[in-house]
């Protein structure tokens, strides 16, 4: 289920690669930066691998110090999936057997990568479980809009529509505070290039976020003013 390339035009009509990836499939395996993949059952992490469910309590294996990252050690990133070829894309589906990296419930997954005649890619997810349990399912894509792997992405704009930030722990844990973006780092709501963002570590904004996951009310988009070659939302 790994994104490798998307290949874009640009305003001059060159076909480029916007995607970081690598030649080889080995690269891929047991990539702790899990490029291009679906992630799940749980995307982020959960402190000391444990939740609990009407009062059940469910210990998940733990591949990020004390917590559990990204579905755990065998995630949705480690999977082969079966493959539907679809009118304008296809389906993959996996069966997540129930207690899979400790999960309750067998999950029948299904993830389509669709294209429009608008040339617009979607991902679109789907979780059928046969009990109660937690599924947060994302793409870990990382782009680079100038179809140029040897120049930093840093020229790009990046606009997220966002109040506020939710607050981490230095684990990387969300504290369930909420902070407002107003004159942060993270006041992104009109747009900026990323090189021109000083995103250092301080007391409030480093914790707030190193990423940009756990933003609320986000709508994120990606551009490169230079190249003109498309947009990310």
């Known amino acids: 289920g790994i994104i490798t390339e998307i290949f874009v035009k640009n305003k001059e009509g060159q076909l480029k690669n916007v995607v970081l990836g690598y030649k080889e499939f080995e690269e891929y395996i047991d990539n702790s930066a899990y490029p291009g993949a679906i992630i799940g059952r749980t995307a982020g992490r959960i402190e000391n691998g444990i939740f609990s469910i009407d009062g059940i309590i469910y210990d998940l294996n733990k591949n990020n110090g004390n917590n559990s990252l990204h579905g755990g050690n065998k995630g949705l990133n480690t999977k082969i999936f079966n493959v539907r070829e679809l009118g304008n894309g296809i389906e993959l589906s996996y069966k997540s057997p129930h207690m899979e990296e400790g999960y309750p419930g067998n999950v029948d997954f299904e993830i389509c990568y669709l294209i429009n005649e608008s ?36 020229e790009q704009v990046l606009k997220i529509d966002a109040d506020e930030v939710c607050e981490i722990s230095e684990s990387m844990i969300p504290t369930g505070e909420f902070i407002d973006v107003t004159d942060t780092v993270f006041d992104l709501r009109n747009g900026k290039v990323i090189e021109e963002k000083n995103y250092v570590d301080g007391k409030k904004e480093g914790k707030a976020l190193e990423t940009f996951e756990g933003m609320i009310q986000m709508k994120a988009n990606y551009k490169n003013n230079k190249i003109g070659r498309a947009h990310v939302w």
């Open 119 to 154: 040339n617009h890619l979607t991902i679109e997810y789907k979780a059928v479980s046969d009990r109660k349990t937690y599924i947060n399912l994302t793409n870990h894509t990382y782009f680079n809009l100038s179809g140029d792997m040897e120049k930093n992405g840093d």
